[in-house]
């Protein structure tokens, strides 16, 4: 999981929670909601940490001995590795603008539950919902 192999790393380097946080320009809080788990990293801010950590993004997700499970962030990371690694060659404000345009284009569409997801494929529950 992101926040075990984050927790590892800071450790191996040294770094605490606090540190972290004021480097990347976040709260401490933040951090520990990261590592615990009850945060997902923005692209912007893997950049970040990669950056301060001066690692790859894709180095904060090691490889693992047992499969992940598939919503797993590392399992994204495997996926969309050359995405990644562009996004690491990319300056810094053009990551920020296109995390913002991604979370802005994800608030777009409403959650489906399970049963809405095995039960319509989403261009027919996006026409449900379509207003008029």
Request: zero cysteines.
């Amino acid at each position: 999981m992101f926040g075990e192999d984050l927790k590892q790393l800071m450790k191996a380097k040294k770094i605490t929670s606090r540190e972290l946080a004021a480097q990347i320009g976040v709260t401490e809080t933040y951090i520990s909601y990261l590592i615990t788990g009850k945060k997902a990293p923005s692209f912007r801010t893997m950049n970040r940490i990669a950056d301060y950590l001066e690692i790859s993004v894709t180095e904060l997700f090691p490889e693992k001995k047992e499969p992940p499970a598939d919503n797993d962030l590392a399992v994204l990371a495997k996926k969309y590795e050359s995405v990644i690694r562009a996004l690491d060659s990319m300056r810094p404000e053009l990551v920020a603008e296109l995390s913002e345009r991604i979370e802005a284009a994800a608030g777009l569409f409403p959650r489906m539950d399970a049963t809405e997801k095995q039960s319509q494929d989403g261009a027919s529950y996006l026409r449900k919902k379509k207003p008029g």
